[in-house]
């Protein structure tokens, strides 16, 4: 009725001012438009706000799944904390992490055969043990430290936290230490100090505006940090109360080296001043030593490791697994560490020790997570409680006794864990559907623990050794396997989930928005044997997870499909003619319509693995008006349409990373907006949609002055951080000027189809030049021409389907193009209007870089709005970058909506199918296992698709901002006489 109340009033309006009258018609569909507050959705089984909100709860539930099924925290609490029972070697350790050192940068000769790090190549030729410390995705600070220092590798809640707060308690190395020290970053010391119980881990931190990517000399901070850990032993000896806790066991001293990993990313890892820094590193580990050495009276009791928590790309980003990210030093030396080992020959599948020229020195490979209880051996304290690590004893330098102990720790340390971890599963799970893990029965953890324990009661070392990796491994499987326990049980209500809700959809555009079904008679006497059905099937699952105390979000999960499949079901009368209506069409035709829509899905999915494939779709784009015969009545709109998909296909074959900066191509892209501008300008002017005021050619000069400012900036900061002078302040200013009126331009130029999108692209085409460092800058203009052209292909389309009169689009306005009774059905082409709206999306998303992947962004591209280090805002200036052509693409998509008369709702609808189907694909292509890039990808790839259903309602809602509203900024004030 609310509906029908408002197409009366605009009948009313049109009716008493005239049809003639444009003031009149117009007042009628702005009445119409202010019914209609919220967007017009059809109320089929529920009404309009419980459908977007029905909506909204099932996009996020399917997002959320996976971190409870997939990726839920790892950590258990309650463990007894296992130390080994004989004396320690060492009294300290001295932990030195250099942020970011590549082990290939460090261990690799110069071209003169002269070491990178001459102390740190004579420790390991002649006092030390040495390797690979093999880290994990994702290659980021916190968790490479987390690995370092608490034994585990950190599970993805920790995302939500920005890998800067502990997302769950843990222990470390450093909580289970006498006292620790450290100093260095303020992103790093404070979680390990803020995580210890008690008030025994001391941090000292440099400014977190020190971190400067734009900075003279980034290696200032590892000099920042050598001094004072000299200044604070020197002023220890006249502090009695902190020497006398200097020269207590158990102490950590822990020196974070954040310059290399600063310069890495300004400068890149092959630069002079990376390797400069580490040079001075090398000194500054020399200079600690000899200074400890000294301060301890050479009592040969402390232990020291150097090692990085990632290493870096040849383009000078991390965060993904690439082996230039995952390769990190070791060196181990000092009071219980083996001395260097000579061999005649060693297999490792890399060429990494000829290059290095170390054959001949016996090379021990660790995981990062191993590194911690190396460091609880050599100090004794006990095994940090979350540990995963095995103990690598090959670099220990101790008895055999002491090293069968050690062992036994390790494996008695992690069995606590799946011991506690076996007990949770088993409380929460009903008796006869307990499963438990065999290998690790109470009877064979007990056999184990004695069998290890008499081996070395009988001095069998070797033996119990064995018998304790072994324990360890079956510990970590079993650790495992509670806690992926229900996971099949979770992903199967998911996918229930899925299907109906895409069904209950596709059931929504059929009988809403075609003519493919009845009219359906009215029935008041609905039959509840369904609704009671269902309720009893929600109450079984209820129950049944009541009893076993599941916790809330398992309700959630398996409760749903109930609704969902409910609302499918109350449709059974939609389905019924929908498949008396396929049964009478041809099965050729039926079976070929479905295998294009399969085909064209399956692009999509594997668009987001290999880019080439959106080339791929580009050129049958290319070819689609010449395979429709569309090309006979439109032969110049085509060529321009062909032309402009093979340029755009371009892109995605270029290389997303790896790229030096390419300033001249952004200063090309610059100019080249420049010049088109001209012409535009130029044709609007000869035509009739020419601007109407001097207030519309002001906006229009003012983006032209925006975009030359735009290229200027970017060139000049260029050139002043290669000079090494920093970023120029008035650079700055205008930079975030540009970006803060970038979204306000537009809405100042005129409603008109043309003019409106050309000033969108301008005001956004600045601020992505500040955004570019090379080719990527020409990637918006080549998707605009492509959008404009679309708009125009798609009235050709009407005309050649006979659907509708072709529009002219030169004086077609936005503003008035709010006017529902001239909406049509969907036809069968609309499923491909929505099939190209999703294609450009995920072509904005993958055209010049892979969102899925934290390396493909380039770090530089943020430089002229800041270079001091600031992880969210450098990330929400990149993901901005990522954003703009997604919002080219939204406002082309928009124009196609109302120039082709479809109801923006109705297209959505169908855009929600096609992304749905590619997120069940992505839900099931998830995975926990295997490498960790493959791990990292599936999981992006997943939260991607999902985001993209929600991302794309509010680009809607962007987008019609965008094109509809205009800011009048003075208006003259008219007297009219009484």
């Not at 030195?96 to 082990?103: C, E, S």
């Not at 790839?941 to 901002?961: D, E, K, P, R």
């Amino acid at each position: 009725m609310r509906m029908w109340g408002c197409l009366r009033a605009v009948g009313v309006w049109q009716d008493q001012l005239g049809p003639a009258r444009e003031g009149g018609l117009l007042r009628g569909v702005l009445l119409y438009h202010s019914c209609w507050a919220l967007p017009w959705w059809p109320p089929v089984t529920m009404g309009v706000p419980v459908f977007i909100l029905a909506g909204l709860l099932v996009h996020f539930v399917f997002l959320a799944s996976i971190f409870d099924i997939y990726f839920s925290s790892p950590l258990v609490h309650g463990m007894t904390p296992q130390q080994t029972p004989l004396p320690p070697p060492a009294k300290r350790l001295v932990l030195f992490v250099a942020d970011g050192l590549r082990a290939d940068s460090l261990f690799e000769l110069n071209s003169n055969n002269t070491p990178q790090a001459p102390y740190l190549r004579a420790i390991l030729e002649n006092n030390g043990s040495w390797g690979i410390s093999h880290t994990r995705v994702p290659t980021e600070s916190r968790p490479g430290h987390v690995a370092l220092i608490a034994g585990f590798y950190e599970d993805v809640s920790a995302v939500a936290k920005g890998w800067k707060e502990n997302p769950v308690e843990f222990d470390s190395v450093f909580n289970e230490s006498k006292h620790t020290w450290s100093w260095g970053s303020p992103d790093i010391l404070p979680m390990f100090a803020k995580g210890a119980t008690g008030d025994h881990v001391y941090t000292f931190c440099y400014t977190a505006e020190s971190e400067d990517f734009g900075a003279q000399d980034a290696a200032e901070l590892d000099t920042w940090v050598f001094d004072h850990v000299k200044s604070f032993f020197n002023s220890s000896r006249s502090n009695q109360t902190l020497f006398s806790a200097l020269n207590e066991e158990k102490v950590v001293l822990f020196l974070h080296l954040l310059g290399i990993d600063t310069n890495g990313h300004a400068h890149r890892p092959y630069s002079k001043e990376y390797k400069e820094n580490i040079r001075k590193v090398d000194e500054g580990v020399e200079e600690i030593v000899s200074m400890l050495e000294s301060f301890y009276g050479n009592d040969g009791k402390t232990a020291y490791i150097l090692t990085s928590d990632h290493g870096m790309t040849d383009w000078g980003s991390h965060g993904a697994g690439h082996p230039s990210e995952t390769l990190t030093p070791l060196i181990a030396w000092g009071a219980g560490v083996n001395y260097p080992q000579e061999v005649t020959s060693q297999l490792f599948e890399d060429n990494f020790l000829k290059e290095w020229k170390l054959e001949n020195l016996k090379r021990m490979d660790v995981n990062q997570a191993d590194i911690a209880p190396l460091m609880a051996s050599l100090i004794g304290v006990p095994f940090p409680l979350n540990s995963v690590g095995t103990l690598p004893l090959e670099y220990l330098n101790n008895s055999d006794h002491f090293k069968a102990e050690s062992m036994f720790t390790n494996a008695v340390q992690v069995l606590e864990q799946f011991k506690v971890k076996m007990s949770q599963k088993k409380r929460t799970t009903l008796s006869f559907l307990f499963t438990p893990f065999k290998p690790l029965s109470d009877s064979e953890q007990i056999n184990f623990l004695k069998k290890a324990r008499l081996y070395i009661q009988q001095q069998k070392y070797s033996e119990a050794v064995s018998l304790c990796k072994t324990l360890i491994n079956l510990a970590l499987k079993g650790l495992s396997y509670y806690h992926t326990y229900d996971r099949l049980f979770l992903g199967l209500s998911i996918a229930v989930s899925f299907v109906g809700w895409t069904t209950y959809v596709i059931l929504v555009i059929i009988k809403t928005h075609t003519n493919l079904i009845k009219a359906a008679q009215i029935n008041n006497k609905e039959s509840t044997g369904p609704l009671y059905s269902f309720m009893f099937a929600g109450m079984i699952i209820a129950f049944f997870l009541l009893i076993q105390a599941s916790p809330w979000t398992y309700y959630v999960y398996c409760l749903l499909p109930v609704p969902i499949w409910y609302a499918v079901v109350r449709e059974l009368h939609v389905i019924q003619d929908l498949a008396a209506n396929l049964w009478s069409l041809p099965v050729g035709h039926s079976v070929g319509f479905l295998l294009i829509c399969i085909l064209g899905i399956e692009l999509l999915v594997f668009s987001f693995f290999y880019r080439s494939t959106l080339t791929v779709g580009l050129l049958v784009f290319a070819g689609w008006p010449v395979i429709t015969q569309m090309w006979v009545q439109a032969k110049r709109t085509t060529l321009i349409w062909t032309l402009l998909c093979v340029f755009l296909a371009v892109f995605p074959l270029m290389p997303v990373v790896g790229r030096e900066p390419n300033i001249p191509l952004v200063i090309v892209a610059g100019l080249t907006t420049l010049l088109i501008s001209c012409f535009s300008l130029a044709s609007f002017s000869r035509s009739e949609n020419k601007y109407r005021g001097k207030e519309d050619l002001k906006v229009y000069f003012y983006q032209m002055f925006s975009i030359a400012l735009s290229t200027y900036v970017v060139s000049s900061t260029h050139n002043s951080l290669k000079n090494k002078q920093g970023l120029p302040v008035f650079n700055q200013i205008v930079s975030w000027m540009t970006l803060a009126s970038s979204s306000a331009l537009p809405l100042l130029s005129p409603t008109l189809l043309f003019q409106r999108l050309f000033s969108i692209l301008l005001s956004l085409m600045a601020t992505y030049l500040l955004l570019s460092t090379g080719y990527e800058a020409l990637f918006p203009l080549v998707l605009s021409g492509l959008m404009l052209v679309w708009i125009q292909m798609e009235q050709e389309a009407l005309q050649h389907y006979g659907l509708s009169l072709r529009s002219k689009l030169a004086v077609f306005n936005f503003a008035y193009a709010t006017d529902i009774t001239q909406f049509r059905q969907l036809h069968l082409d609309d499923i491909r209007r929505s099939f190209f709206f999703v294609f450009f999306i995920v072509t904005a998303f993958f055209g010049t870089g892979n969102i899925a992947s934290v390396n493909s962004f380039d770090p530089a591209s943020v430089y002229c709005f800041l270079t001091v280090f600031s992880p969210f805002m450098m990330g929400g200036l990149l993901l901005l970058k990522v954003v703009i052509p997604f919002v080219l693409v939204s406002c082309a998509f928009e124009a196609v909506q109302v120039t082709t008369q479809l109801s923006s709702k109705s297209l959505f609808l169908i855009v929600l199918v096609i992304s749905d189907i590619m997120a069940l694909h992505f839900f099931f292509l998830v995975k926990d296992y295997g490498s960790w890039l493959d791990i990292g990808t599936s999981i992006s790839h997943y939260v991607l698709v999902m985001s993209l259903t929600i991302f794309m309602m509010l680009m809607n809602g962007l987008a019609q901002l965008l094109t509809t509203k205009r800011l009048e900024l003075s208006r003259r004030t008219k007297h009219h006489s009484m």
